[in-house]
Nanobody, 126 residues
Framework: VQLQASGGGLVLAGGSLRLSCAAS????????MGWFRQAPGKERELVAA????????YYADSVKGRFTISGDNAKNTVYLQMNSLKPDDTAVYHC????????????????????WGQGTLVTVSS
C-alpha cells in the first residue's frame, strides 16, 4: 500500500485548501488514518485522525472548528478540508495510516502509524 498526498499550495490567511491522500492497494476503510504536519523548526504534530470503523475523530485544539477529516471509499482517498487558514498553519502536511486499527480507538502518536505518504507543503501568507 502506498499513500500519495496532494493539494498543498500557497493561500492567503482566511482562505481554504483541501488536501487529498490517495491510497493504492488495499482499501483504506480498514485502516486508521491521520494527518500530521511539521512546521520549520518544529516537531511533527498530529492535526486530525479518524477511525473509520467507529467514525471517531480527533482534532488538535489548534484546528478544531476549522479542519475536517473525511474520506471517499470509492476513490480510496482521505481528505483534510482546511478552512480559515492562518499563517501558523504553514507546514508540510503528511498523511499516515495504521493497518492494525482497534475498533473505536483513535491513534495519536506518530509511531503508531506504519504507512506514510510524502508531504505536501501548505503556505499561508498574511
Amino acid at each position: 500500500v502506498q499513500l500519495q498526498a496532494s493539494g498543498g499550495g500557497l493561500v492567503l490567511a482566511g482562505g481554504s485548501l483541501r488536501l487529498s491522500c490517495a491510497a493504492s492497494g488495499r482499501t483504506f476503510s480498514s485502516y486508521c488514518m491521520g494527518w500530521f504536519r511539521q512546521a520549520p523548526g518544529k516537531e511533527r504534530e498530529l492535526v486530525a485522525a479518524i477511525n473509520w470503523s467507529s467514525g471517531r475523530t480527533y482534532y488538535a485544539d489548534s484546528v478544531k472548528g476549522r479542519f475536517t477529516i473525511s474520506g471517499d471509499n470509492a476513490k480510496n482517498t482521505v481528505y483534510l478540508q482546511m478552512n480559515s487558514l492562518k499563517p501558523d498553519d504553514t507546514a508540510v502536511y503528511h498523511c499516515a495510516a495504521r493497518q492494525a486499527c482497534s475498533s473505536g480507538y483513535v491513534y495519536r502518536p506518530q509511531y503508531e502509524y506504519d504507512l506514510w505518504g510524502q508531504g505536501t507543503l501548505v503556505t499561508v501568507s498574511s
